[in-house]
């Protein structure tokens, strides 16, 4: 039972991985939608109005998804530290490593340099 429960968890955390911008919209659609069904249970006050009751959905919807993002952010920095992203390691990022030489194996200026 539990390494299914393990097998679900890991198959879950792969689909959210490969499909991050799906995930966010689905939980600002979610949340947008429990939070007008709350307002239109009668929680909210009888005399907001339709719009208002939209506006309220929206800055819900925002505030989760800002929550969901900033654990995502918080998930991502700590599996890097980790180690198991070593995709950011074999970078070469030094600038001047990218550029051609000034001169070839003979001695003769390359032209990219010359003006």
């Known amino acids: ?3 299914k ?3 679900s968890s890991s198959s879950v955390q792969s689909w959210v991985e490969e499909h991050k911008l799906s995930t966010v919209a ?3 659609a979610a949340a947008a939608g429990a ?3 709350y307002s239109r249970r009668g929680a909210a006050p009888q005399r907001a109005a339709t719009s208002l009751r939209l506006i309220h ?3 819900h919807a925002q505030a989760l998804t800002l929550a969901v993002l900033g654990g995502a952010a918080a998930f991502v920095h ?6 198991k992203n070593h995709a950011a ?11 051609p030489p000034a001169t070839d194996a ?3 200026e390359n032209e990219r340099w010359s003006w």
């Not at 390691?89 to 550029?99: E, I, M, N, P, V």
């Open 78 to 83: 700590y599996r890097s530290k980790k180690g």
């Open 1 to 3: 039972m539990d390494s």
């Open 26 to 28: 689905g939980v600002w």
């Open 89 to 99: 390691d074999k970078l070469d990022l030094d600038f001047y490593s990218q550029l």
């Open 35 to 37: 939070s007008v069904a």
């Open 5 to 7: 429960r393990m097998s």
């Open 57 to 59: 959905a929206r800055i």
């Open 106 to 108: 003979d001695g003769n």
